[in-house]
Every structure is written in C-alpha cells, then in structure tokens.
C-alpha cells in the first residue's frame, strides 16, 4: 500500500477500526470519516481525520475534495459506512427507520461514489471495496428495511463495477455475517460470541482486495461468515 490513498468511511467503528489499522501498517495515506473522528484517534502521520455525516452529498463532495487536495490523488473507496434496526415487520416499519436505513445503507455510498469515481478512474487501477451484509442474499423477516437497502448496495457497487472496467478500476461487495464487535455483543449480550466473525478477517479481506493481486477480481460479492450456522 505504499504510495496509495485510501478513503475509508466509517473509520471509527467495529470494523472501520480494523480496516483502518491495517492500512495504516501497509504503509497507505489513509482518509477517515465518520461522524465523530479525531485526529487522535490514529495517531499516525499518514492519517487524516474528517467528521462528516455522508447521508447528506454536500459534506461528501467537500470532503472528498478536501482529500484529494491534500493528497493529490485517491486510490481505493472502503466503504465501511452502515447501520442496522430491525424486530419489526414490513407492516410494522415506520418511516423514520425506513429512510434510516435507506440513508445509512444506500444513500450515503450512492453519494460517496459518484464523488470519489471520477479520480478513482485518473488512478488507473482504482478500488472499491464496499461492506454489505450476508443477509442481502436473501430475504429475512424482521430485517425488511435493513436487508432491502443492504441488497440494493450489493447491486449498485457491482453495477459500478461494470460501468468502470475500461478504466481499471475494481468493485467488489463484501457480505459478512455476524461480527464480534462491542456493538453486535451488547445487542445480543446472551448470544454465543465464539462462533462470530472476528472483524480482523474482514479487514484483511478488504486489504487483499484493495491490492494488485486482486486485480482480475471485480463485481463479486463475496461472503464471508463465522460458524454460527
């Protein structure tokens, strides 16, 4: 990751904080976004902290401009950015959650790539790597909300995927189950911990797909699960 520039949104989160460290120890420039994020919290000088809510486009074309000036250039998209509700039925969903997950899961990564494609493409071999669920394979219920926009993501990045061949660039969804973050083990405090998926595997993936041996390797979307099943 030498001499990359890599923009990850939710950087600080259960999984963006892995994602985000280990790019930092492959040696790339790293972009992180979140809501609330410091500079302090990666106490690294390659890291560049911007707090930003990406459900709205203005923030996400200022930012992404603001990294492009800073670092001259943008590599590879990891777009980490989501949220989970569910426990309600389709008929039971108010619209308050419905465009909660619509914003969160759909809207914001709509946003994000459209701002970062154009100096992706000026990169040759761009990346994106986008985090969607292992629920989009199918459908749950309970999770209407959640899983319809988590689908509609997988389609949009492999969509982006074939619109941007010629130029190099790679787009890829990855669909975890259940990861053991602090968050999934304080909303299912009596669930079986050991059979999640460590979020440490998915950043790795992330990596490896963001480098030059996953080249050949675009508009997949690729699960990957604990042993809960």
Known sequence: MKNKVVL??????????????????????????????AQSDYPDPTFAAFPADFSQSTSVNSVVQAVVKRFGKL????HVLGGFA????????????????????????????????????????????????????????????????????SVLVRTVALEN?????????????????????KMMSSADFSKWLPPGDVASLVLWLAGEAAGHITGAAIPIAGTES
């Open 165 to 185: 061949r010629d130029s190099g660039v790679t787009a890829n969804v990855i669909l975890p189950g259940t990861m053991d973050t602090p968050a999934n083990r």
């Open 86 to 153: 569910g426990g309600k039925s389709v008929a039971e969903t108010d619209d308050a959650t419905w465009r909660q997950m619509q914003d969160m899961n759909l809207t914001a990564a709509f946003y994000t790539l459209r701002a970062t494609l154009p100096y992706l493409r000026k990169s040759g071999s761009g990346r994106v790597i986008a985090i969607g669920s292992l629920t989009a394979e199918e459908p749950h219920s309970g999770l209407g909300a959640y899983v319809t926009f988590k689908s509609a993501l």
């Open 75 to 78: 590599d590879i998209l990891v």
């Open 8 to 37: 990850i949104t939710g950087a600080k989160g259960g999984l963006g904080t892995h994602v985000t460290e280990r790019f930092l120890a492959a040696g790339a420039s790293v972009a992180g976004v979140s809501l609330h994020i």
